[in-house]
């Protein structure tokens, strides 16, 4: 089993910057390949980043590359998602993920069903 605790949501204005992190905790985290997605309401749950289980593979969503960036501490057991230049369509709430399967190709992590573990979620909401 793998619990995930996010935090560090919260009110900010357009064309600020945030910081979300996951705490991960009961299983190898160097074993777990972890993803950031995000929800609005009314609106399904869509793929953000995932960065791989040795951290040197990392992909995002269209809509946040050259804005958002993932990283991993594998010391502090936890996954981050630096978000600069925010917009209103950036407020949902953020889910952190963790996926224990193997896929060689990084883009099979954009999906719901690849990830085994949810955190409970993080509100962002960003004000015009």
């Known amino acids: 089993q793998v619990q995930l605790v996010e935090s560090g949501g919260g009110l900010v204005q357009a064309g600020g910057s945030l910081r979300v992190s996951c705490a991960a905790s009961?299983?190898?985290?160097?074993?777990?390949?972890m993803g950031w997605f995000r929800q609005a309401p009314g609106k399904e749950r869509e793929f953000v980043a995932v960065?791989?289980?040795?951290?040197?593979?990392?992909y995002g969503a269209d809509s946040v590359k050259g804005r958002f960036t993932i990283s991993r501490d594998i010391a502090k057991i936890t996954v981050y998602l630096q978000m600069d230049r925010l917009t209103p369509e950036d407020t949902a709430v953020y889910y952190c993920?963790?996926?224990?399967?193997?896929?060689?190709?990084?883009?099979?992590?954009?999906?719901?069903?690849?990830?085994?573990?949810w955190g409970q979620g993080t509100q962002v909401t960003v004000s015009s």
């Open positions: 960065i791989s289980y040795a951290g040197d593979i990392t």
């Open positions: 009961g299983r190898t985290f160097s074993s777990l390949s």
């Open positions: 993920a963790a996926s224990d399967r193997f896929f060689a190709d990084v883009s099979y992590y954009t999906v719901v069903n690849a990830y085994n573990y």
